[in-house]
C-alpha cells in the first residue's frame, strides 16, 4: 500500500488501524456513513412526528379549535360561494381530529422502528434497506396526514386558504416537504447502494 499525502502506511510497520469501540475506520466506509445520516435523517422525522402527536394526546384543547374552525368555516367569508362543504357536527370534528392524531402516532412510530433498524443494520447496505421499508411507509402516513389531510382536503376542500381566522398551510406545506426529503433521501441512498453492489458484481464478472 503506498502513502497518500505524507501518511506512513501502518501496514508495513505492522500497526493496527485506529478503532473506536468495536468499529474499525478502515470498515467505516463513505457507503456506510450516507446510510448511518439517512437513518438519522429518519429519527429526527419521527422524533417531530412522536412530540407533535403526543402534544396532542396530552392536550387536546391546542388543535381542537383549530380543527374545528376550518371544517366548520369559521374565518371563510360569507359570500365565498363554499358554504355547503362546511360541517358543524361536533362528532364529525372528533372523528378527523382523531384521525389525525392517530396518523401522526403512526408516522412517527414507524420511522422510529426504522431509524432503530437502520442504526443496527448499517454494515450491510441489503440489511439497512430491508429495514427502510418502514421508513417509507411511515413517510407514506405522513404525507397522507400533512399533504392530502391538511393541504388538498383541509386547503382546498375547506377552503383553508380563505379562511381569516384557521389558517394552517403553511405549517402543512413545511411538514410535508420535511416528509418527502426524509423519502429522498433513504431512496436515493438505497438506490446508491444498489448501484455500488452491481456495479461491484460486473467487475468480478
Same mark, same amino acid.
Given at each position: 500500500?503506498?502513502e497518500?499525502?505524507?501518511?506512513?502506511?501502518?501496514?508495513? !510497520?505492522?500497526e493496527?488501524?485506529?478503532?473506536?469501540?468495536?468499529?474499525?475506520?478502515?470498515?467505516?466506509?463513505?457507503?456506510?456513513?450516507?446510510?448511518?445520516?439517512?437513518?438519522?435523517?429518519?429519527?429526527?422525522?419521527?422524533? %417531530? %412526528?412522536?412530540?407533535?402527536?403526543?402534544d396532542?394526546?396530552?392536550?387536546?384543547?391546542?388543535?381542537?379549535? %383549530? =380543527? =374545528?374552525?376550518?371544517?366548520?368555516?369559521?374565518?371563510?367569508?360569507?359570500?365565498?360561494?363554499?358554504?355547503? !362543504?362546511?360541517?358543524?357536527?361536533?362528532?364529525?370534528?372528533?372523528?378527523?381530529?382523531a384521525?389525525?392524531?392517530?396518523?401522526?402516532?403512526?408516522?412517527?412510530?414507524?420511522?422510529?422502528?426504522?431509524?432503530?433498524?437502520?442504526?443496527?443494520r448499517? !454494515?450491510?447496505?441489503?440489511?439497512?434497506?430491508?429495514?427502510? !421499508?418502514?421508513?417509507i411507509?411511515?413517510?407514506?402516513?405522513?404525507?397522507? =396526514?400533512?399533504?392530502?389531510?391538511?393541504?388538498?382536503?383541509?386547503?382546498?376542500?375547506?377552503?383553508? %386558504?380563505?379562511?381569516?381566522?384557521?389558517?394552517?398551510?403553511?405549517?402543512?406545506?413545511?411538514?410535508?416537504?420535511?416528509?418527502?426529503?426524509?423519502?429522498?433521501?433513504?431512496?436515493?441512498?438505497?438506490?446508491?447502494?444498489?448501484?455500488?453492489?452491481?456495479?461491484?458484481?460486473?467487475?468480478?464478472?
Amino acid at each position: 500500500m503506498a502513502e497518500v499525502d505524507g501518511a506512513p502506511d501502518r501496514s508495513k !510497520r505492522g500497526e493496527s488501524t485506529p478503532a473506536i469501540g468495536s468499529v474499525r475506520w478502515k470498515d467505516f466506509d463513505l457507503r456506510r456513513a450516507a446510510r448511518l445520516a439517512a437513518s438519522t435523517f429518519v429519527l429526527m422525522t419521527a422524533s %417531530y %412526528y412522536l412530540v407533535v402527536g403526543l402534544d396532542n394526546v396530552s392536550n387536546p384543547s391546542s388543535n381542537w379549535a %383549530y =380543527v =374545528v374552525g376550518v371544517i366548520s368555516g369559521d374565518g371563510v367569508p360569507a359570500d365565498s360561494g363554499f358554504e355547503w !362543504r362546511f360541517i358543524d357536527a361536533t362528532w364529525f370534528h372528533a372523528l378527523v381530529y382523531a384521525i389525525i392524531i392517530a396518523g401522526e402516532l403512526a408516522a412517527g412510530g414507524v420511522l422510529a422502528c426504522s431509524a432503530v433498524a437502520g442504526f443496527r443494520r448499517t !454494515r450491510s447496505s441489503a440489511d439497512w434497506a430491508d429495514a427502510q !421499508r418502514g421508513a417509507i411507509l411511515g413517510c407514506l402516513i405522513g404525507l397522507a =396526514v400533512f399533504f392530502v389531510g391538511f393541504i388538498v382536503i383541509g386547503g382546498n376542500w375547506w377552503v383553508m %386558504y380563505m379562511n381569516q381566522n384557521w389558517n394552517g398551510l403553511t405549517a402543512a406545506f413545511q411538514n410535508s416537504v420535511m416528509t418527502a426529503l426524509t423519502l429522498i433521501v433513504v431512496l436515493v441512498v438505497a438506490a446508491g447502494d444498489g448501484l455500488a453492489n452491481r456495479s461491484a458484481s460486473e467487475a468480478l464478472n
